[in-house]
């Protein structure tokens, strides 16, 4: 019998401390088999439990490719993830899923990608590259632009470093630099004039605060991308992470399982920014 | 094949029914004189129009648990706590078993299903009682809902007796030819008019087309985001889960769903204080839109099935159909 | 202790509120005493002013957290009869079983959390060992016969919301009254158990005092209706209590004291067995008898037996009300407001219970007077404080004051009710209280 | 939970003590607590205070600031204190005490004079002075949002003040509305968190456990107008356990 709620338990392989605030864990079902079965497309989540404390959506921060545990990228801001941030390695936990749609990489062949994260955003997109990264030769060139409050909050800095010596163009910014820091200063859509990519034939992904995607989509259609090839990852609160709790509606669309990526196009015709 | 049974033997019905399911549902009064679905213990029954509450408590509880954990060897046992009590429902009206067939249809038909609710519902003996008049607010027959679905007994007010209709097998086991007899007549009427009436050609469009219409704004700033229109609704199904900790134990903890209601704040609310429908205007409309326009784009049915319930709690008289008619009527997509 | 020395008790523990006490001794001679109430005040009688009718029961009951029902009662009686309102039959049956749980639940706590450690010789019930545990077994599950009655009468235990003017707002189940019978009939060994627990302790406290008792007195120990009887003699209708009391401002203290005839005098438990003792339930009787408890006393710690006998009557009385009860369906009676004055008395655990009011042709209030028991019992507990101390000379200062702690505590006195009417005697006409 | 026991510790400021009492109601289940539980002060269960035992990892304050005494108090168990709770409406909206704020300035200036303590020019809630960590509200508190608070603080969890109001509880209970009846009710304004307490029973809400922030007040007092519910009345109503919203500052008048 399938109850879609049921969490089952997964072992916490390991943990590391990303940020002051970002641990990402790797963590694997304790069940084999499921592992066995389980799969997932980039752009996924999954829904997390830490027993008694509660139930959070999370996305999948690992490679597609790499099957024999899943990771997981989480920012400490409330009680759940607070509780998840205590745990350790051989701790177990929930998981349901993988739940919601995904970046719609197989009709990205040939084509350029640039993606545009904010914050803990570059968790998604993470499994995202490493997805083009595995499969380099199908697609065109790559940029990864990154924003971020301040150095300290920089993700995956060693990766990042790595995919620039794997020739992406790889590009982060921060609002509040210190005297150490040697990228750029500002907010991610002042990296656009840095990205070499052109318009034509290349497909956008991001993923990141709502106010990035907003201004991320006006000044990219400036510079001459239709909604047709940008790509959007939202967030919204979420419950069940199946349609039946409702709380990620977005006008006729749920967030859950009509996204939580939508294709820009669609976007516009749903009330994103309600207020 | 139909039957005829004394008003008077209804209680000895329901008494005969106790000892098959274990608990018959009945509309009543409750201590604050509010009608609702309640378990049948010798009480004066509501039959004269639908109740104030709807019988969701029995298919969609306002808490329930839903899974239990238990710590044990560094790992946790899951188990899941369904509600498998036999139950049975009388006197539920043609439009509530239309709310219960759009709760179906997302709860067990799309995606699979919500063992939560599936089983209760599986585990339910429908007998709906048909209206003789319009109720004060309803408009079921604008959407259809006027003639009962997918229940199991259908009873009709004539007079001295009910004239029960038959129309499935487990309906068929509870008759007992101790109340019942066997009958040739004609089916009665079911005919009814509402006063209320929604213009519903198009309507999903049309609302969603409307979505800055101005009347969201005015009937919104009347709102006092009380939620009544929710919970009173036999359709809104909206949940928050939580997890407790069984007090004063450190492994044992329980998973509960909430119904939870789009008019409040919170239910938009994401860490950091994020609101995403801040808005009274927008809570409002999501109301609405969800239940005539976005539930029939999604899943084919609406989600408000006319009872008209939203309309009578609401102590500052906001009333969907007339929002609705308005927009209908003078704004985008307005047939001329 | 020197004979001659000024000291100062700060904070009080134990008791409900806030109060400090001041000694000067001199030659083994208190020359002065007072019991400083410094408790905020919070001016109730003033807050009513401007208040419709309907509120007043409301806010009155948040004078006191261990005694609301009584607050509730008082004023309500205020107010039926200032608009000529009769309560039914039933109503004052349930009135009276809600006011046997609030005596339960107030005495129990008393008894056991606040006077027991005194005389256990512990700091607090946190220090009991686990032989000494059981009493606050023994005082949960006696309160907790009291607290179901009002849960169930009034909607919850503390500021209860269905006892209103004009009768109940809803009534529960008699099925559900009923259920409460075994809980009761179950307690009535613990409440003898108690009364013997206490007695034993009748050496630890022997301080004794004459002077002069009030209590209403009802053939049916009623504590809501009756004459109030002086032990002096006098017997007075309840509205003329202000008659006869005269309530006075000491200039240290944020709570008023009483006096009759210029003399102090003694409420709450002990006044009421001294006065009434022959309307006890039975069985209460009996067990005075039997333990060979001699009332009326002057002995204050045996207003805490008194309060143990009380906790049995009030359980016989309970179930007695309870089996008799016919519960019928009762429609709230309407009140028509009209410029009236009304007085309420009753007995609260603590004492006699004075409610007064004027109200305007609409029903709101132009002036409130309220008197506590504290306020009454402030005044004997200063007078036997300047008897006692002198007997205890020979003890260190400490332990001392852990006996004067001790007789204040006997009196179970509720300071948070009694700091809430500071009298002002205004000399503006305008605001004449 | 941790192994260690958490210090706790129960103060009351100007008020009935009606929610250290209530709080006492949880019974056996307190006594479970205190398993988990070191009281350090509680003036009702205990003897004197021991200053050097003041470090507290969790105060619950009951009672509103009214006099110099009170505030010198609160400061000091804010200093010693991780997570300060304020219990009660008295401690949380000033609650019942705060009626004497909207009495007028000349007879609040004559009680002041005539207080023997000094007495401050309004009573106030903790959060005028310093800060409140958590709110539990109500007149009294309810025993069993408190339990659940403490079971979810021994988890290391802080709950969070949602804007709900009590109205959602009382459709929650199938509660016939007040309002529908005409009966004034502050339901729609007020935090729920009471399992919606004084419907239930048929009594209109009165407010005790503060206004939520998501308030409509100017409708709701619209329709207790068209209830016939004079000024006069409209204010006393509001002014139960709040101060008078700004929105309704027209009630304000001749009282
Ligand atoms: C599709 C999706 C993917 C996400 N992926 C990640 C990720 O990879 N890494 C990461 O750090 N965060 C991610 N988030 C955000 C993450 O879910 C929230 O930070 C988390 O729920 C906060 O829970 P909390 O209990 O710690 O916070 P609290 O503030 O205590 O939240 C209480 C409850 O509210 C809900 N809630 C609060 N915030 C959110 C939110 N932003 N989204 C959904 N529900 C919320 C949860 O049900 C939570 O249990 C994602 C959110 C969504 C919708
Ligand atoms: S929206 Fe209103 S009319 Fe429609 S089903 Fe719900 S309560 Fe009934
Ligand atoms: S009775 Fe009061 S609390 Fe209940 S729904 Fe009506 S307004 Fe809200
Ligand atoms: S219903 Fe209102 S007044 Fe009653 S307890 Fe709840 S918040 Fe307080």
Redesign the pocket.
Known sequence: MIIPEKPNVAEILSVSQDTSD?KTFEVEFSDKNLQKKFKFRPGQ?MMVSVFGF??????I?SSPYKTNSIN???????????ALHKLKKGNKIGLRGPF?NSFPLQKFRKKNILFVSGG?GL??LRSAIYAVREKKSEFGKVSVLFGCKAPENVLFDEELKQWQKEDFQVLSTVDNPNKTWKGNVGLVTALFKHVELPSKNTVVMMCGPSVMIHFSLIELRKKGFKDEQMFA?L?????CGVGYCSH?NIGNKY??IDG?VFNAKDLNKLPVKED | MNYIIKKEDLPKFLEFLQKKFDQVIVPAKNKTDATCFQQYSGQELFLETRTDFSAKEFFRPAKEKMFSFKKKNSSFNVEPCFDTAKRVIFGIRPCETHALHALDVLFIKFFGEDRFYSIRRKNTVVIALQCSKACENGFCTSLGTSQATGHDLLFFERGSDFFVKVETEKGKELIDSKFFRHTSDALPSADISCKNSLDTEDIEENLYANFNHPVWKEESERCLSCTSCTQSCPTCYCYTTKDEFVFGSDTESERFRFLDSCQLKRFTE??GNHVFRPSREGRLRQFVLHKLSYYREQYGVHLCIGCGRCITVCPVKISLVEIANKIQKHGLGAKK | MRKTCNFSIKEITKIEGHANLDVELKDGVVEKCELKIYEGQRFFEDMLKGRHFSQVPLIVSRICGLCNVSHLNTSIEAVENAFGIEASRQTNILRDLATNGEFLKSHALHLFFLALPDYLGRESVLEFNKEENKFLHWGLSLKKSGTDIIKLLGGRIYQTVSIRPGGFTTLPKKSQLDKCLPLLENERKTAINAIKLFASFSEKLSFERKTDYLALVDSNYSFVKGKLHFASGLVIEEEDMLKHVEEFIVPYSNAAQTSFEGKSFRVGSLARINLNQKALEPAAQDIIKGLGLRFPSDKIYYNNIAQAIELLHLIDSSIRLIKELKLEKEEMQKIKPKEAFGIGVTEAPRGTLYHQYSFDEKGFVKKANIVVPTNQNNHPIEEDLAEFIPTLLDLQQEKANLEIEKIVRAYDPCISCATHFLKVNWKNAKYNL | MSAKKVKVGFFSLTCCEGCEFAVLDLEEKLLKAFDYLEIVESRVLMEKIKPEALKLDIAFVEGSVISKHDLNKLNYIREKTGFLVALGSCAATAGINGIRNALPKELQERIRQKAITPVKEKASPLSAFVKVDYILNGCSVNELEFLDFLNKVLHGVIP?LEEVPVCFECKLKGNSCLLLKGIPCLGPVTYAGCDALCPSQNVQCIGCRGFTKDANFKSLDNLLKEMDSGKKERYNFFTYFNQLPKELRHLRGEN
């Open positions: 970002t989540f509660g139930e959070i959506p999370i996305s921060s997981f990228t989480i920012v400490n801001v409330g009680n759940v993830t607070n919601g803990c968790a998604p990852s967030e919204r609160l979420m419950q990620c967030t859950c939580p | 994401v860490a | 969070r």
